[in-house]
């Protein structure tokens, strides 16, 4: 079992950065891979962005990809989601996951089996 707590969101303008932690419980972290996902009002959960156990790859989505950056360390447990360049469609509640395959890259919701419970960013136009 492992758990994940989100932390890092808030009301940012556009053109601003925010960066969001997710602490993992338990002591096999490096061996899950990681996503973040988001959802917005009205809207289904789509995908983020993923890296594997060790963090040595990476996905984005086609919409972040040049503006946020995953990582990790393994040493505290922590997955990051570093956002730059934030803009209006940005805002949603965002998730981060676990999935226990460590060496894929997955980016379909069902593929992970821990969750977070979300923590909101707000970017004001």
């Known amino acids: 079992q492992v758990q994940l707590v989100e932390s890092g969101g808030g009301l940012v303008q556009a053109g601003g950065s925010l960066r969001l932690s997710c602490v993992a419980s338990?002591?096999?972290?490096?061996?899950?891979?990681m996503g973040w996902f988001r959802q917005a009002p009205g809207k289904e959960r789509e995908f983020v962005a993923a890296l594997t156990g060790t963090g040595g790859r990476t996905s984005y989505s086609v919409s972040v990809k040049g503006r946020f950056t995953i990582s990790r360390d393994n040493a505290k447990n922590t997955v990051y989601l570093q956002m730059n360049s934030l803009k209006p469609e940005d805002t949603a509640v965002y998730y981060c996951?676990?999935?226990?395959?460590?060496?894929?890259?997955?980016?379909?919701?069902?593929?992970?089996?821990?969750w977070g419970q979300g923590t909101q960013v707000t970017v004001s136009s």
């Open positions: 338990g002591r096999t972290f490096s061996t899950y891979g």
């Open positions: 996951a676990a999935q226990s395959s460590g060496v894929v890259l997955f980016t379909l919701p069902f593929r992970y089996d821990y």
